[in-house]
């Protein structure tokens, strides 16, 4: 048995212990009919209903603990997968390409402040269509893709962009002004656990050269004439359709399964040391 396996037997003889003590009970009170004082007769039900609480309650805590086992965790108490940031940066107006319209609702994307995406004659807004590697500009040579410096931000912020807007004058208090400049510390939204290696740059150069391997592809994927792609074509893999989140959410559950399948339909190494150190 794999030890994740070992380790999943032992978490559910726990949650399942309320359930087996109720159970005991129970069959005591049933044999000892004759012989339980009434007091204990009147206190069985009320075992026995308390004993269902806990469980349903456990049930939801099981609930939560095996879906962020196999996948991401239900989308409760806050685990959403989505950090509040320093500064609202949505990907939609940058990464974004055409009019911005929320796919399920068919309405222009509303920001977290309640902001409608829509231009002063009513029209939805246009994403810039910016690579990602414009941003992201690590993730094509390292192993860590990282996020740009509040320099590149200025670069375009400088100008663009109302003086009114909340998020953007934060952005210039970071990055324009002497006396308050300082780096964002932005808040990690992937993150792998320690004994993990990952590394985005041989997975990008893989996926550029073979795009049949790319999955979600985004809605303006197009192949180069010589049959390859642009870097940008390939994160929607791993990462969803990042261009249209007005925050960046981890939609993959991006769990040893889904690295190993991959690996196996792609004839990559499935030994344990490729990902483990
Ligand atoms: C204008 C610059 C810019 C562009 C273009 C851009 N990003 Fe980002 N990206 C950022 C910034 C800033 C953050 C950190 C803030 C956040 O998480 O929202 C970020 C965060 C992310 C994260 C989450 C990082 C983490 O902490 O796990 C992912 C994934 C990501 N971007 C992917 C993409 C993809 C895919 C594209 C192209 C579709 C893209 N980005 C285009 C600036 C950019
Ligand atoms: C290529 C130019 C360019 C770069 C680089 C750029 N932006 Fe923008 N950004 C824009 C444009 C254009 C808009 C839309 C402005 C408008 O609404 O008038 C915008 C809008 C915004 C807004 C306002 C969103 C809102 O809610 O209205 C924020 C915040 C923002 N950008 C943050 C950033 C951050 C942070 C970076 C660096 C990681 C960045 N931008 C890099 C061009 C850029
Ligand atoms: C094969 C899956 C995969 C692909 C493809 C992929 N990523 Fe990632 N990405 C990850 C994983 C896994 C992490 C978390 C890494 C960690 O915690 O060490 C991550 C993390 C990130 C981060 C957070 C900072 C960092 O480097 O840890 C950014 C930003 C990011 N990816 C951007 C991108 C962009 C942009 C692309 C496309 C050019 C891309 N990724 C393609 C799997 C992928
Ligand atoms: C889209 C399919 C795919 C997914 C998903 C994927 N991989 Fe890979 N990975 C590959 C391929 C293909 C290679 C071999 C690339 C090459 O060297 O040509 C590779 C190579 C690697 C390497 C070796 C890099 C090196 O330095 O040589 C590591 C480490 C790795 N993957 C870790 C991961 C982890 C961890 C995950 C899950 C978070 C993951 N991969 C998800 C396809 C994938
Ligand atoms: C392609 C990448 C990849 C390969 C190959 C791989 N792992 Fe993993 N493994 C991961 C990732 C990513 C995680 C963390 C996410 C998770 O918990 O599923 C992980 C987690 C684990 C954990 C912790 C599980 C837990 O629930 O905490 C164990 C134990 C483990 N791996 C053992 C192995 C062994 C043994 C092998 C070789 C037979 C192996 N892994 C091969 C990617 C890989």
Redo the contacts with the bound molecule.
């Keep these: 048995m794999a030890v994740g396996e070992i380790k999943l037997k032992r978490l559910l003889d726990i949650l399942y212990a309320p359930l087996y003590i109720a159970a005991d009970i129970v069959e005591i009170i049933k044999e000892k009919d004759k012989t339980t004082p009434t007091w204990l007769k009147l206190l069985a039900p009320v075992l026995a209903v308390g004993g269902l609480g806990i469980f349903a309650a456990l049930s939801f805590v099981q609930a939560f603990v095996m879906t962020a086992w196999f996948g991401n965790p239900l989308p409760v108490l806050g685990f959403d997968q989505s950090p509040e940031q320093p500064?609202?940066?949505?990907h939609t107006?940058?990464a974004g390409v055409g009019p911005l319209i929320d796919e399920d609702t068919g309405e222009p994307y509303i920001?977290p402040?309640g902001?409608m995406r829509i231009n002063d004659d009513g029209t939805p807004?246009q994403g810039?269509g910016?690579d990602c590697t414009y941003?992201h500009k690590q993730v094509i040579e390292r192993a860590w893709s990282g996020v740009?410096p509040?320099e590149?931000?200025i670069?375009?912020?400088k100008v663009?962009?109302?003086s009114d807007?909340m998020?953007?004058t934060k952005?210039r208090q970071k990055g324009l002004y002497e006396e308050t400049k300082s780096p964002i510390n932005w808040e990690r939204v992937h993150r792998m656990p320690d004994h993990v290696r990952f590394n985005h740059a041989p997975h990008i150069w893989y996926l550029t050269e073979n795009p049949n391997a790319i999955q979600n592809k985004p809605v303006d994927f197009e192949t180069l004439p010589d049959g390859t792609v642009n870097a940008s074509k390939v994160c929607s893999t791993c990462h969803g359709n990042v261009a249209g989140m007005e925050q960046v959410a981890q939609v993959q559950p991006l769990k040893m399964g889904q690295c190993v399948a991959c690996h196996r339909a792609n004839e990559a190494s499935v030994g344990c040391e490729t990902c483990h150190h």
């Design positions: 500064i609202h940066f949505p107006i940058h920001s402040s902001d807004m810039l910016m941003c740009p509040v590149l931000c670069s375009c912020h663009i962009g109302d807007n998020q953007l952005l």
